[in-house]
T-cell receptor
């Protein structure tokens, strides 16, 4: 089991540039989550999908952030234009949700550390 | 200006001692609870979970206790080892008023565990 795979591991970009973060969930999982982690705010849920459909994007900070899940094995989180305050570690996580409890736990990738200068 | 970040609780123990990490949750509707361990540079890693119809669950060297009356969760680590040093997060699934929660978790701020050899 390769786990949740995120790329790139590190991204350094200049303010105003577009940033795209990528995630491959665990095969067979049908829910995918994007979290952001900072020292100031801890782990924050940005958006999550179930069966490739966005369920709740209320955590997305601004219109500069967008996420897509074109198929069950791939998701992207895009920031355009990026700003220094977007600097954080972005985590992708996946789980299997059968529709009724019990759910399975979230499995996280190792994150993308984004630095916007 | 002065930056203000999260002030995480810390726990320092000697190798071989037992550790107890505590967590309070606020939502009485939460029905699923998970403990995660996060090491530097990695994503949160699943340790153990417990459902609301249980009050205790044991794993390898770890035990989770759930007290629904006071909305309290604890993680006990037996014979703590230096490799257990990490940040530990509790998380809960708050459900969706009878519907599926899609596996969405809400995380606590974390506790830093340091194990001294």
């Amino acid at each position: 089991d390769a786990g949740v795979i995120q790329s790139p591991r590190h991204e350094v970009t200049e303010m105003g540039q577009e940033v795209t973060l990528r995630c491959k969930p665990i095969s067979g999982h049908n829910s995918l989550f994007w979290y952001r982690q900072t020292m100031m705010r801890g782990l924050e849920l940005l958006i999550y999908f179930n069966n490739n459909v966005p369920i709740d994007d209320s955590g997305m900070p601004e219109d500069r952030f967008s996420a897509k899940m074109p198929n069950a094995s791939f998701s992207t989180l895009k920031i355009q234009p990026s700003e220094p305050r977007d600097s954080a570690v972005y985590f992708c996580a996946s789980s299997f949700v059968p529709g009724v409890t019990p759910n399975s736990p979230l499995h996280f990738g190792n994150g993308t550390r984004l630095t916007v200068t | 200006g002065e930056s203000v970040g999260l002030h995480l609780p810390t726990l320092s123990v000697q190798e071989g001692d037992n550790s107890i990490i505590n967590c309070a949750y606020s939502n009485s509707a939460s029905d699923y609870f998970i403990w995660y361990k996060q090491e530097s540079g990695k994503g949160p890693q699943f340790i153990i979970d417990i459902r609301s119809n249980m009050d205790k669950r044991q794993g390898q060297r770890v035990t989770v206790l759930l007290n629904k009356t006071v909305k309290h969760l604890s993680l006990q680590i037996a014979a703590t080892q230096p490799g257990d040093s990490a940040v530990y997060f509790c998380a809960d699934d708050r459900g969706n008023a009878g519907g599926t929660s899609y596996g969405k978790l809400t995380f606590g701020q974390g506790t830093i565990l340091t194990v001294h050899p």
